[in-house]
């Protein structure tokens, strides 16, 4: 594009951006409100600001109009569709859809924010906390600053609880050890709530069935000076009797058909007893025994919250059911009757999927899943899944001539059993979560066109539970890979045939061995989620060929070399360690950015009966979800570059580091920004004498990484995310100097051979 064209362009949206400014349909005298900004005076010592800042900010009304470049587009379609005649319509759609009401700053009341804040902040402890606001005018819009004068807080001198010898008063005080409210703390109301359910949880975990937090009250006494406080808890003197008395579990009756046709149980029905549960059934469907080990609720216990819940939260993990309810009836003498009624899903199902696929290796196209579904296979609540996927994939972007497209083909089967399914007898009876135990078998070809085709076959038998909210971990024991490299086309044979180690790499060949997985995720709790800062975090470990090599080495008489392996049916097996890290941190900026990083660093290590990892073992980086501004697999090893005539290679390796960070923040509706920075690289254990430069040099390695950036957008609707990277190479390994210098972008060929457009379907992280 020539440069008068590009100055045109510029002018013609400057021009519409302007139009969309709204400043003709200004009454006299009328502005736009621009939102407003919380400034902290007098705050030195005030710990928590950023997460303070936050929630007031959250408080304050109304909304200002979303603005991009300066302008207000819903606004302006609101104001150019004027009044439509026609509830329906294209002006009603466009006013509605497309627009806006807008907001102007004589909506905003400034006294109503202002004893919003001051309350806020009073409740967080700052009692001589007061708010004062100033305007910035503009032109055509006004913003407001109000600013939080505060100091110091008062903080909690004594705690004091419910005193007496009745039975009430004496469980609140045997608790009273746990307390979240501690001498010394700053007064918060919000902890106060939060210390008043903990003793509801508490007591309700000691039989009083009808206690409610409401019941307890606190008083403070602010005036003992010093900026402190007495902080004494009570009962509310007309608390009813029975909210003081514990109750027992009498009958437990378990409907695992129950359908809600008015208030009775529909249909003829049958009662097993089993291990002191009524079990009322209609049909053969489950075996009773499968749903009553997941009941917590015993009969002659006394209640408690954490029975109820555990029993709630395991019927719901069994994913069979449709609807969990556990009602309580009151009984004489203090005792409860138990009801868990249960709705059924149906059993069978068949899912049809076709989306857009986007991978890690820069490959975007069409695919196609169906999926069979039984969802209590062997009465047992078993889910047996059976999966067909198709796809077709084609690289974009980069200096290729030519596309490089792959499609694949798969089929899965997956049983998944909720419990432990070991030789050993392993119970997990008292946790809410349901472990589950997988059994799967599948194969999968994967044909790059033009140049082979990969063919795999997986078997793995292994657990999966949760340790907490926040913790989950993954355990395979048996992990059966089988991998055999066919329809090799000459130009990549004949990489093949001059690269033995890359070569080995593709051989075919058995992975046996063992793989284990921790993750973590903050936001597991959903408290946590409005929290500033979250974090995730991943841990791998992979060990194969250990056990084999072993009983092998034992028994053979002869020692396996490089080039004669142990074989296992005629074909080597790979005998290899693999671990590696994800940590991520997302900090919440403000309700509308966010700031989000990763950090990855694998290493793999071969040895016995191999010399190289299996290629799909093998570190890489570039992509649209690794560092964007590079091709999939194109970075590295170390400073090597492939030549032009075989960048259609993989280049991957034994260790791997790399880094993003990214500024996450809103632009209109469902559409989000970001700007982003990526770097990385990845390298060999042993020098490659294919690959100049490819070895990890402690000394040399952060001189070697890869650093790219630029900006995305991202249409986010929840349920689905589109999203859109282009970036530009900062730094290349193999030169160690910083390119800004280079940046071209009015040259049609400097923007061909740097910029890349990553199209995916999802964050990259």
Known sequence: MKHHQINILLFLTVGLFGACSGAKYLNEGQKYYDGAEIKFVGSKGVKGKGNLKIELEEMLTPEPNVKLMGSRPKVWFYNIAGEPKKKRGFRNWMKTKLGTTPIYYSDVDIT???????????????????????????????????????????????????????????????IKGETLLKIGQRYDLDRMKSERARIEKEL??????????????????????????????????????????????????VYPNYRFEGTEVTG??????????????????FKPEVITRHVRIKEGDIYTKEAELVSLNRLIQLDVFKFVNVDFKDMEHRQLRADVFLTPFHKKSIRLELQAVSKSNNNVGPSFMASFRNRNFLRGAEHYELNLTAGYEVQVGGKTDQPLSSYILGIENVLTVPRFVTPLKI????????PETKFKLGFKTLQRVDLFRLNSIDINYGFSWHETKTR????????????????VSEKFDSVLQSRPIFSRSY??????????????????K?????????????????????????????????????????????SPYSQFVKT???????????????????????????????????????????????????????????????PEDQNYIDQTADIKLEGNVEYRFDVIGAFKGAVFVDAGNVWTLEKDESRSGAEFDFSEFYNQIAVGTGLGLRFDVQFFVLRFDLALPLKTPANDKWRFSDIAVRDRKWRRDNLLLNIAIGYPF
């Open 268 to 285: 003829n029905v049958d009662t097993t007893m089993v291990n002191g549960i009524h079990y009322i059934h209609s049909d053969n469907a």
């Open 580 to 642: 590696d890290i994800d940590f991520r941190h997302f900090w919440r900026l403000s309700s509308s950015t966010k700031l989000a990083s990763r950090l990855i660093a694998g290493l793999g290590y071969a040895y016995g009966n191999s010399v190289v990892l299996p290629y799909t073992k093998q570190f890489s980086v570039g992509g649209s979800s690794s560092v964007r501004a590079f091709r999939a697999r194109s970075v590295g090893p170390g400073v090597y570059e492939a």
């Open 526 to 570: 959903e408290e946590r989620i409005s929290n500033a800062h979250n974090f995730y975090f991943n841990a791998n470990f992979d060990v194969s060929g250990n056990l084999l090599h072993l009983l092998q080495s034992t028994a053979a008489t002869e020692q396996n070399t490089d080039d004669n392996p142990y074989q296992l049916l005629g």
């Open 112 to 174: 109503r924010n202002i004893n919003l804040l001051e309350n806020k902040l009073h409740n967080e402890g700052y009692f001589q906390a007061y708010v004062t606001c100033e305007v910035k005018e503009g032109k055509l819009a006004n913003t407001i600053v109000f600013k939080a004068h505060v100091s110091e807080p008062y903080r909690y001198d004594t705690v004091h609880f419910p005193a007496g010898n009745a039975p009430l008063p004496k469980s609140i005080n045997s």
């Open 427 to 434: 119970e997990n009876v008292s946790s809410r979560f349901v």
């Open 472 to 487: 989950r971990h993954e355990l395979y024991p048996v992990s059966i890979d089988f991998i055999q490299l066919g329809n």
């Open 507 to 524: 051989e075919e060949q058995f992975i046996i061995g063992a793989t284990y997985s921790f993750y973590y995720n903050s936001q597991g």
């Open 204 to 253: 309700k975990d000691q039989g009083y069935f009808y206690f409610d937090d409401q019941y307890l009250l606190f008083r403070a006494d602010s005036t003992i000076g010093d900026k402190k406080v007495d902080l004494h808890m009570t009962v509310k003197h007309d608390a009813p009797a029975k909210v003081q008395e514990i109750y027992h579990i009498s009958d437990i009756y």
